[in-house]
């Protein structure tokens, strides 16, 4: 069974950066939609990043445009989420997940399309 690993959450001081790393135990990234996303105590799971590569697309929720970026690494199996100028409202639980749909990456109906999910990595952001 596949396995998704997420790490390199932490604590860091508004302004900071962390890179999220996704780790799959196999080759999961096909060309359909695969990316981040994030949840908050008492709030929905959305999506923040996203790549499409049949289209070679990527797509970010408007809060984190211009901060965070999706990369992917094939030949390590692991999809990254580079993440600058943190704010504290980018504090939340985030998960990788691959094998998503054939487009609308982010979209709030997507979540269900996709078919591996990690376990999650905490990030806080202090004011």
């Known amino acids: 069974q596949v396995r998704l690993v997420e790490s390199g959450g932490g604590s860091v001081q508004a302004g900071g950066s962390l890179r999220l790393s996704c780790v799959a135990s196999?080759?999961?990234?096909?060309?359909?939609?695969m990316g981040w996303f994030r949840q908050a105590p008492g709030k929905e799971r959305e999506g923040v990043a996203a790549?499409?590569?049949?289209?070679?697309?990527?797509y970010y929720t408007d809060s984190v445009k211009g901060r965070f970026t999706i990369s992917r690494d094939d030949a390590k199996n692991t999809l990254y989420l580079q993440m600058d100028s943190l704010k504290p409202e980018d504090s939340a639980m985030y998960y990788c997940?691959?094998?998503?749909?054939?487009?609308?990456?982010?979209?709030?109906?997507?979540?269900?399309?996709?078919?591996?999910w990690g376990q999650g990595t905490q990030v806080t952001v202090s004011s």
């Open positions: 790549m499409f590569p049949s289209i070679r697309s990527t």
């Open positions: 997940a691959t094998d998503g749909p054939a487009g609308s990456c982010l979209q709030p109906e997507a979540l269900r399309l996709y078919t591996y």
């Open positions: 196999e080759n999961t990234f096909t060309r359909d939609c």
